[in-house]
């Protein structure tokens, strides 16, 4: 992926020249990050009623989910770990969508937890096998 298509594809990251800069493995790593901001920011808006926000944060993690799942290469991971990633983002696609239609916090403190054990394995990848 070159700079430009980056940028493009990344645009719901804030630092563009993070983008810029960063090999696939970093720019997964960047989306897993700002999904986990989006998903704070959706928590803190159901505790404030803020339907209008919530719903935005919310739509924006399912961007980030739906681009992370169109990245899995199941040449580099094997097929079993690809269907498992897929699987996984997946449900919690369908978990956000339960809380955005429910105004429920508890899919997204799970949610949240499921990213942050997914990064942590994500960064303990080798860097021969950092590919997406």
């Not at 704070?40 to 009623?49: D, I, M, T, Y």
Request: net charge negative; aromatic share 6%.
């Amino acid at each position: 992926m070159n700079a430009v298509t980056a940028v493009k594809a990344y645009s719901f990251i804030d630092n563009v020249a993070l983008v810029e800069q960063a090999t696939p493995h970093q720019l997964v790593t960047l989306l897993m990050r700002s999904a986990n901001q989006r998903l704070a920011q959706a928590l803190k808006s159901v505790e404030q009623n803020d339907i209008s926000a919530k719903s935005e944060h919310l739509s924006k993690a399912l961007d980030i989910f739906n681009y992370l799942s169109v990245c899995v290469e199941p040449q580099q991971g094997g097929e079993d770990l690809s269907e498992n990633l897929l699987n996984l983002y997946a449900y919690m696609k369908n978990r956000i969508l339960h809380a955005n239609l429910h105004h429920d916090a508890a899919p997204l403190i799970e949610i949240k937890s499921l990213l942050m054990e997914l990064e942590t394995g994500w960064q303990a990848i080798s860097g021969s096998d950092q590919n997406v």
